[in-house]
């Protein structure tokens, strides 16, 4: 939860990146962790949900045209996302990444463990992408998701 991590980078006086001391970058944090709550998370979750649990519980997967309604409103929320938040900057807040890039980019990577591949039409997107990953660290990003990019295969 996001009230776990901010505990965490006060507690343990993480790099200030993470969630800044400057008030201007703190509040840019701030304002996309809220605005992911209804956004990004809801609607990535909704794909995910849609396209691997549904079809698994049910043993049939969602008609073609509700699975468009809902990779519509996803799309919506994407389009907001890198006109409001990303812009033309390396990272959600700036220069750097922060928890709102870590806690964005781990909402996104469900609709693509769901076999919707979001970043493959959005430059934009696909270099923040990356930028997060190589800040993260390869290595440790897809170990982070190992398990839910093979929930496909179930």
């Known amino acids: 939860s996001i009230a776990i991590l901010l505990y965490l980078v006060q507690k343990f006086k993480t790099p200030d990146h993470w969630y800044p001391s400057d008030l201007q970058k703190r509040a840019r944090v701030d304002e996309y962790l809220s605005w992911q709550h209804s956004n990004i998370r809801p609607k990535a979750s909704k794909v995910f949900l849609s396209k691997v649990l549904l079809p698994l519980v049910t043993g049939q997967p969602l008609p073609p045209e509700k699975l468009e309604v809902v990779t519509e409103e996803l799309n919506v929320a994407l389009k907001q996302f890198e ?18 890039d870590l806690v964005a980019l781990v909402e996104l990577m469900q609709p693509v463990c769901a076999d919707y591949n979001l970043f493959e039409e959005r430059p934009t997107l696909m270099e923040w992408r990356r930028r997060v990953e190589e800040a993260v660290g390869k290595e440790l990003f897809q170990e982070a998701h190992k398990e839910i990019m093979n929930a496909k295969n179930l």
Do not use: N, R, T, Y
């Not at 006109?83 to 900057?89: P, T, Y």
């Open 83 to 100: 006109e409001k938040f990303l812009q033309d900057k390396p990272f959600i807040a700036g220069s750097e990444i922060s928890l709102a």
